[in-house]
């Protein structure tokens, strides 16, 4: 791992922020440490195809994980949907050298977010459905992405189901 690459991507991040006219955001989080991100993509056509016009993310999660979104939003700038689509976490890490294997799942979770925006966008839902990610200031505000990534998804909390007994006839 390039320390210094990682630790210059740390102190500047490239592409922090919400992106006011995004055309499709992911977001995801991570089970094994709580740490979340996500990302917002803007399009634009060249040559007749669909490219990354731009990328940008917000991270609620370790050093590590901001450093890969830094350099993979940059290297996104240009990318076909379908070349974006093929990247791994590794290709996304890769200016930074490979990550030790504690931290693999952090370039995991750059790549999900990535992923669940593409997917987003091939779906035709766009950021219509985007949670609220800052505060009534207009403040970044870290526990409401929090709390929509808990929040329960429809359908997906438990159901208690309780089985109506038949009426006796008496
Ligand atoms: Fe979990 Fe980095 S994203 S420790």
Redesign the pocket.
């Known amino acids: 791992m390039d320390e210094a690459k990682l630790q210059d991507a740390i102190a500047n991040p490239s592409n922090l922020g919400e992106m006011e006219d995004a055309d499709a955001m992911g977001t995801v989080g991570?089970p094994?440490?709580g740490?979340m991100i996500r990302m917002w993509l803007k399009f634009s056509e060249k040559d007749g195809r669909k490219v990354i016009d731009r990328a940008s993310f917000q991270s609620f999660?370790?050093q590590?994980?901001i450093a890969v979104a830094s350099v993979a939003t940059e290297m996104l700038k240009g990318k076909t949907v379908e070349d974006a689509m093929a990247m791994t976490a590794e290709d996304m890490s890769q200016p930074l050298g490979a990550l030790p294997p504690?931290?693999i799942?952090?370039g995991q979770?750059v790549e999900g977010a990535l992923r669940a925006a593409l997917e987003q966008d091939a779906a035709g839902t766009g950021t219509g459905t985007a949670a609220p990610l800052s505060g009534p200031e207009g403040n970044p505000n870290a526990p409401m992405l929090a709390e929509s990534l808990q929040a329960p998804k429809p359908g997906g909390g438990k159901i208690k189901i309780v089985f109506e007994q038949p009426e006796s006839e008496a």
């Open positions: 991570s094994e440490c740490d999660g370790c590590t994980a504690m931290k799942h952090c979770m």
